[in-house]
C-alpha cells in the first residue's frame, strides 16, 4: 500500500505533515461533538491535544533534569554549612587561578637572604 504525504503550510510558513490516527468511534463520536459545539474543525483538536501533551512531556523532562541537577548538587558528607563552605573555597581559588600573577613583594624592599 503506497502513502501520499501532503505538505502544508499556513499563512506563517510553519509546515504541516499528515497522519491518520485509528480511535474508537465512541471518543470520535466525542472528539466530533466537542468541535462542533465549540465550531472548530476535528482537525484542530487533535492537533491541540497532541501540541498539550507535548509540552506536558517536555515539562516532565525538564523537571526531571532539574530533580537530577539537584541530586548532584546534594552533598555526599556532612551539613550544608560544610558544602557551601566547600564551594566558596573552591570558587575563591578559581578566582585566585584566574587573575594575572603579581610578584610578592612588588614595590617593597626585599629582604637579603638569611634575615627575618
Do not use: C
Request: charged share 35%.
Amino acid at each position: 500500500m503506497m502513502h501520499l504525504v501532503m505538505n502544508m503550510n499556513d499563512a506563517t510558513g510553519k509546515s504541516y505533515r499528515a497522519i491518520t490516527v485509528r480511535i474508537p468511534k465512541d471518543e470520535y463520536e466525542r472528539l466530533k461533538g466537542y468541535s462542533t459545539a465549540h465550531r472548530v474543525s476535528l482537525n484542530s483538536v487533535v492537533s491541540d491535544a497532541i501540541a498539550e501533551h507535548a509540552m506536558r512531556i517536555e515539562r516532565q523532562q525538564l523537571l526531571d533534569d532539574i530533580a537530577e541537577f539537584h541530586r548532584r548538587l546534594q552533598p555526599s558528607s556532612g551539613d550544608s554549612v560544610d558544602y557551601l563552605r566547600k564551594l566558596r573555597e573552591g570558587r575563591a581559588l578559581q578566582l585566585v587561578s584566574d587573575r594575572p600573577s603579581v610578584s610578592r613583594g612588588a614595590g617593597r624592599k626585599h629582604k637579603e637572604d638569611g634575615e627575618r
